[in-house]
């Protein structure tokens, strides 16, 4: 009864890792998508350029909403997976920290896509007041500063469960201190977006993308030893 209860544990492990690896690359994929669909934006960000490259690039202005509302779902998943990761590792104050920090970045990210879908709108409409507003509405909103806490999270708890390796850990520590900095410059910078917005963007993706990696190769190097003691 010991050793069938012991494997049943052990597989639960494996498919929460293989989810929270998934998760995780899901939303990498959809965010690049979201991105790519809405390009470079205005050359220049007075009301009417704005309104005349939403007007535009309506179609693919929308479509990179429904991604990045998509990719928000798949980020649910990661956060659910991996904290039922750390709450398995006896770590229950750090699985509250990234729940928390979770829960607000997706909730930041649901503001952001309603204020970007407002604005293409209102572009539709020509009102140039409204369109200065939801501008500056929708690179305010503070989604770097819950980036910056979940990476931090995610990172303290890959290092006391290594879950994760230590030089990732390290590594998105040092990523959430660069989201910081940019929250920083984003709320004193005249303009809505700096020019580390991209740099941000990149750092973040290409952090996920290699936890989503390492938990899937967690993954099968748990199933691996799982089945060796299991044939002994």
């Not at 798949?74 to 509250?96: E, K, M, N, P, Y």
């Amino acid at each position: 009864m010991m050793i069938g209860m012991t494997i049943d544990v052990v597989e639960d492990s494996v498919r929460t890792l293989r989810t929270a690896s998934l998760g995780a690359l899901v939303f990498d994929v959809l965010y690049v998508v979201h991105r790519l669909l809405q390009g470079l934006g205005p050359d220049d960000a007075t009301p009417a350029e704005v309104s005349a490259f939403n007007v535009a690039h309506r179609s693919a202005l929308l479509a990179s909403e429904v991604a990045v509302g998509l990719a928000l779902l798949a980020i649910i998943v990661f956060i659910a997976a991996f904290t039922s990761l750390i709450r398995q590792a006896g770590r229950d104050t750090l699985a509250t920290a990234v729940t928390v920090s979770g829960a607000a970045f997706v909730a930041m990210g649901f503001i952001s896509q309603a204020a970007e879908t407002a604005l293409i709108g209102v572009a539709d409409a020509g009102d140039q007041s409204a369109v200065l507003a939801l501008n500056h509405l929708q690179g305010r909103i503070p989604i770097v500063w819950t980036t910056a806490a979940l990476s931090a999270a995610v990172s303290l708890a890959a290092l006391r469960t290594r879950l994760l390796p230590a030089w990732l850990g390290v590594a998105g520590l040092v990523a959430a201190g660069v989201f910081v900095l940019g929250s920083m410059f984003s709320v004193l910078g005249r303009t809505v977006e700096g020019s580390s917005s991209l740099f941000g963007v990149s750092l973040y993706i290409v952090w996920l993308l290699l936890v989503a990696l390492c938990l899937w190769q967690a993954a099968g190097t748990a199933a691996f030893l799982s089945e060796t003691e299991h044939e002994q």
